[in-house]
């Protein structure tokens, strides 16, 4: 039966993570070959594979590179990144997948649900070598899902909209109509709910139904949606839209309205500076300190697998207070530290659809 853990410690921001379990697998030390034993190639230390929007997107494989840089660095080994290609398979992705595990690299870690297919196949033809898969479940004894409680970030973030807002009416956008951007959507409105008493409206949209037609890939698209929330008055919106939520966090910024980032603290991106003062905060996912942590544990000997759950217990997920603006909003610190303490303590019951 395939374990479940739940690490005890991490800190947002690609910090160090005490390690909850061991598993089978190899080492960084380990040939990361497949089952006749490996190729015989070099050693290698952590990889990863983006997702749709790749290197750039200043939010979800940002993350996931801070990680890596961070592993890089701690440990001194060689690390690969790898852009996804528009249109692609999943025969495409077992390809790249393969390819980083015969070349030794370990772990090999998919950034997305859309590798799942891909990691299921692949994880099995390389069993020396550690897997990792962000925001996806997938079965195998050397394979460590990371997964992480958005909809707790985005009750928090759905509080700092209800205390922000002064037209009674907030966004949310989506970029794909999917299960796991349901979590933000759920997480936000109960938030915005709960701290307004139902006064707030909350207006959502989503960019696309499929990937496949740009959701998390197309800023315009982010950026028209936005807009038309803006023009229903609302004046907070949050994005879980990847690539698209630049778009996003532009139209807010031109319409003097305050943006909510998410997964990365956006207010500090540097791509993003000339809207940084409209960024009220951002919904934090740590996507980097998971990435860090897998490759600490193989590094360490002792593989993570099975599910890996991140959420604010162990400041897996959490909420941005870089910008100054954010402080001086009355209330807003209050009601947030108050929200995280009952959600961490079981008082509150967050919902994820």
């Known amino acids: 039966m395939r374990r479940t853990s739940k690490l005890t410690r ?26 006749d034993g490996g190729d015989g190639g070099e050693k290698k230390g952590v990889a990863i594979a983006y997702d749709i929007g790749g290197k750039g997107d200043q ?17 001194g080994y060689q690390t690969d990144d790898v852009e996804p290609t528009e249109g692609e398979t999943d025969a495409d992705k ?13 772990p090999v870690i998919g950034v997305g649900f859309a590798y799942g297919p891909a990691m299921e196949a692949v994880a099995k033809k390389y069993p020396k070598t550690t897997f990792g898969i962000v925001d996806s479940v997938v079965e195998g004894d ?27 009416t907030v966004g949310f956008v989506g ?19 709960d701290t307004s008493g139902g006064k707030v409206k ?6 696309t139904q499929t990937a496949e037609e740009g959701g998390f890939s197309s800023p315009d698209k982010g950026k028209a949606a936005a807009e038309g929330q803006i023009e229903k008055k609302a004046d907070v919106v949050y994005q879980a839209a990847g690539l698209s939520g630049q778009g996003v966090i532009e139209a807010a910024a031109k319409a003097k309205v305050w943006a909510i980032g998410v997964d990365s603290d956006q207010y500090k991106q540097e791509a993003l500076a000339a809207y940084k003062n409209y960024i009220l905060t951002s919904a934090l996912k740590d996507v980097g300190g998971a990435v860090y942590t897998l490759a600490k544990s193989v590094h360490d000997g002792k593989p993570l697998t099975g599910t890996q759950t991140f959420d604010l217990k162990v400041n897996g997920v959490g909420l941005s207070e870089s910008n100054p603006e954010f402080a001086k909003i009355s209330g807003l610190t209050d009601a947030v530290a108050k929200a995280k303490e009952g959600i961490i303590d079981g008082s509150i019951k967050v919902k994820t659809e």
Do not use: M, W
């Open 10 to 35: 991490v800190a947002v921001g690609v910090a160090s993570i005490a390690l909850a379990a061991t598993a089978c697998g190899g080492t960084s030390s380990d040939n990361g070959g497949g089952s």
């Open 59 to 75: 939010s979800f494989n940002d993350a996931a590179f801070a990680g890596l840089e961070k592993a890089k660095k701690e440990f």
């Open 94 to 106: 077992e390809q790249r997948l393969s390819s980083l595990a015969r070349q030794g690299y370990n």
């Open 142 to 168: 050397n394979v460590a899902s990371l997964v992480f409680a958005e909809e707790q970030a985005s009750y928090l973030a759905g509080v700092a909209a209800a205390k922000a807002t002064k037209t009674n």
């Open 175 to 193: 970029g794909v109509d999917i299960p796991l951007i349901h979590k933000f959507e759920a997480g936000y409105k109960q938030g915005v709910q």
């Open 202 to 207: 909350v207006v959502s949209q989503y960019l």
